[in-house]
């Protein structure tokens, strides 16, 4: 059983890579037993992985046609960042204190080294990564399954075309300023800055949204 579920565990993980950091694009259908080929593993850890997929958001089943990693339209990006600029900073909140100042202070340095490199690879993964450390961090079960949501969407929107240089430099020197405060034990500014940071980010795209419909005379 313990073998069966690790190798469930891995064919998950790699799928969910692959899709949050779209090197499968939204609405693509996937085919098990291609996946099966290409992993060495049999039907039963695939499907076992695609279900749990489905339960984190990234795929749909489609009745009699197969599976399809979800949709990720530009109307659905701002959805999900409106959604982000709510949750996050009000749950995160009550559990600034609980963070590592080593863990904080190694961030900013990588933060700072890739502003300096123009790492834009880099900024992608820290930019996850960050996020996904302040809702762990936090070591609440129900806020983490609700933040690893969010926080696994909005790779898939890092990743796509519309997320410019310009905003992962902005998106990296807020990182900075956030865990200054946080180093600083400065809660409240620590607060406004990281909803500053998803507001932006909500402003931004809605910004793209409009242009699109005006482009198109929606």
Request: include cysteine; aromatic fraction near 10%.
């Amino acid at each position: 059983m313990a073998k069966s579920e690790n190798l469930t565990n891995q064919v998950y993980q790699h799928l969910k890579d692959k899709i949050i950091n779209n090197e499968v694009f939204p609405n693509t259908y996937l085919d098990e037993k291609v996946i099966c080929e290409s992993l060495g593993v049999s039907r039963t850890p695939v499907r076992e992985a695609l279900a749990r997929l489905e339960q984190d958001g990234l795929v749909v089943f489609i009745p009699r046609r197969g599976v399809m990693v979800s949709d990720l339209s530009l109307q659905t990006i701002i959805e999900l960042i409106h959604i982000r600029k709510v949750m996050e900073p009000a749950l995160l909140r009550p559990y600034f204190r609980l963070y590592d100042r080593d863990i904080l202070q190694n961030f900013r340095e990588r933060q700072e080294k890739a502003l300096e490199n123009e790492d834009i690879e880099t900024f992608y993964k820290l930019d996850y990564e960050f996020h996904k450390y302040l809702y762990e961090g936090t070591k609440k079960r129900h806020i983490i399954k609700l933040l690893s949501y969010v926080c696994d969407q909005h790779q898939r929107i890092r990743s796509q075309d519309y997320y410019r240089q310009r905003r992962l430099t902005k998106g990296a020197k807020d990182h900075i300023q956030i865990i200054d405060a946080l180093l600083s034990e400065k809660y409240d500014l620590a607060y406004q800055l990281l909803l500053s940071h998803t507001s932006d980010m909500e402003e931004y795209y809605h910004g793209l949204l409009m242009s699109d419909m005006a482009a198109y005379d929606i």
